[in-house]
């Protein structure tokens, strides 16, 4: 199986299974000289990890993860530094429950990978999707915590639940601060009970429920990109469509532009007091021919439902007979739930790898 890579100058592999032993990345092209420990990057894993609270799967994985090579203690720090080598990083499973997916080894679920991946390889892992399960997104959540320390404290990545279902959040109650108060990451307090009632409805029927998700880089200067074929918003966009489930991406006002005129699209342009081009609108999303603009960076993206669920779907085996699909075991009924940290951790691999590619090319 091939294309587990991604990135230029910051390039990030991943490995491993829902239901193997471990799982984990290797990161090439980190610079030297970065502080980094594995408390840097726990912090964004425990964000991410599953069992949480009830609205996300009861699996138990702690999470926790090693670095393995790349790093090395620095006598005149007195701490963890980059060496400039392949950064390993490993996060063991403990808590898989296999025997749960017996019943659908030789099955395909609807909606899932399954047909996709034996169509092509003529073997699949059944136990939790293997590759296609979104416990892969950990090994990328890892990656994204080593990026943001190169990014450094200039460049602020966030992301918001912004819609679970056909429940959207009230934009003129907007607060970030509201994301690290509730097990939704929504940035509107007054959405957090609504979603707790649909949610706890979807759970009980055996079924699952769709979410789209806001990512925002504020202070990414302008200049990041290049036309035509290493456009920043292509890369975005190519990064946040290849997290597992997610159907939709799109980029400052996207889809949404088709409703408007010219001049209400276009982002006028002025002077400031001290000499500094600025934008009186965003609806480009901070990136125009492919390249930053200064101004924050916004996309977002779609997750369709979780495909195993409880309820009785029409499916196909391996034998092409037509059978009935009830997927037990553990599993979240909005999988978008869990996917902030991960959205956060491709744009932070994006622009990290874009810095990188820009110093290469004009300096500084």
Excluded at 63 to 92: C, H, K, N, W, Y
Excluded at 222 to 248: C, E, H, R, T, W
Excluded at 272 to 286: I, K, L, M, V
Excluded at 299 to 326: D, G, H, Y
Aim: net charge neutral.
């Amino acid at each position: 199986m091939s294309h587990n890579s991604f990135g230029h100058l910051f390039r990030v592999t991943t490995w491993g299974e829902s239901h193997g032993p471990a799982l984990g990345c290797v990161i090439d092209g980190c610079p030297p000289g970065i502080a980094l420990s594995a408390e840097d990057i726990q912090s964004d894993l425990d964000r991410r990890k599953p069992g949480t609270n009830r609205f996300v799967t009861q699996r138990r994985e702690a999470d926790e993860v090693r670095i393995l090579s790349g790093v090395f203690e620095d006598d005149r720090t007195g701490g963890q530094v980059t060496t400039g080598a392949p950064i390993s990083l490993m996060i063991e499973n403990t808590d898989q429950r296999s025997k749960d997916y017996a019943k659908i080894r030789d099955s395909w679920r609807p909606g899932h990978a399954d047909y996709t991946y034996d169509i092509k390889y003529g073997v699949r892992d059944y136990r939790g999707g293997g590759r296609s399960s979104a416990r892969e997104t950990a090994a990328r959540v890892a990656a994204g915590a080593v990026a943001k320390k190169i990014l450094g404290e200039s460049i602020l990545i966030r992301c918001a639940l912004i819609q679970i279902g056909p429940h959207n959040i009230n934009r003129a109650n907007w607060d970030w601060g509201q994301t690290r108060l509730n097990p939704f990451f929504a940035p509107d307090a007054s959405i957090v009970p609504v979603w707790e009632d649909y949610l706890d409805h979807i759970r009980k029927d055996g079924t699952s429920t769709g979410a789209v998700l806001e990512v925002v880089a504020s202070g990414v200067p302008a200049g990041l990109g290049a036309p035509i074929y290493a456009k920043l918003d292509s890369d975005i966009a190519a990064a946040l469509m290849s997290i597992n489930a997610v159907k939709g991406v799109e980029i400052g006002a996207g889809f949404g532009a088709a409703l408007l005129h010219g001049e209400t699209n276009s982002d006028e342009m002025r002077c400031s007091n001290d000499g500094q081009p600025y934008f009186t609108s965003n609806n480009n999303g901070g990136i125009l021919g492919g390249i930053s603009t200064g101004q924050d960076i916004v996309a977002r993206f779609a997750i369709k439902p979780t495909s195993s669920i409880l309820k009785e779907v029409k499916s196909l085996n391996r034998n092409l007979e037509e059978i009935s699909v009830v997927t037990t075991g553990r599993h979240d009924p909005c999988v978008g739930i869990r996917a902030a940290p991960v959205g956060e951790a491709m744009m932070a691999c994006v622009l990290a790898d874009h810095v990188l590619r820009h110093r290469g090319q004009m300096g500084g």
